[in-house]
């Protein structure tokens, strides 16, 4: 087990993500958000990338941040581990905002099930994000709000 140390960039880090629960960063993303939120800690000396690079590995092996490939920007993002259980649950992305909401439902414990049963894969579900609208922006785009029936016949709302 690796030792953990309380630096002020890692706090830094760890408060600035607890803030923005529900988004995702690229590197470059959030050096520039901490440099605008701490421009005396992210510019000159312990304030580059590859500082932010070892603090966001630490903070991903102590499992506060995980890291997701973003096919949507073709690289790596990271988000602050909110729910403590983002392993358990898939994720929804809207591509407008780029919020990212937690789906913790039995929906989709039922879709996990079947996958499992029927097409013998095992999904991770941490990993696992699913890409659309989110009420907001489904909204501003004045899209038809409809609930279309699953192949299943269920009505979901």
Avoid at 97 to 108: P, W
């Amino acid at each position: 087990m690796a030792t953990t140390y309380k630096t002020t960039g890692k706090t830094q880090l760890i408060s600035f993500f607890s803030s923005h629960p529900d988004t995702q960063y690229t590197v470059d993303e959030l050096h520039a958000a901490l440099t605008e939120a701490y421009p005396d800690a992210y510019t000159g000396k312990g304030g580059g990338k590859s500082s932010l690079y070892r603090r966001l590995a630490a903070l991903i092996e102590e499992g506060t941040v995980r890291k997701f490939r973003d096919d949507t920007q073709a690289s790596y993002v990271y988000q602050y581990v909110a729910c403590g259980a983002c392993s358990h649950h898939f994720h929804l992305k809207c591509l407008a905002c780029g919020k990212l909401e937690h789906l913790d439902c039995v929906i989709s414990d039922q879709l996990l099930a079947h996958i499992s049963a029927d097409h013998h894969f095992c999904i991770d579900r941490g990993r696992s994000i699913l890409y659309g609208l989110c009420a907001a922006c489904h909204k501003e785009e004045h899209l038809p709000v409809t609930i279309p029936l699953c192949p299943c016949g269920h009505k979901h709302e």
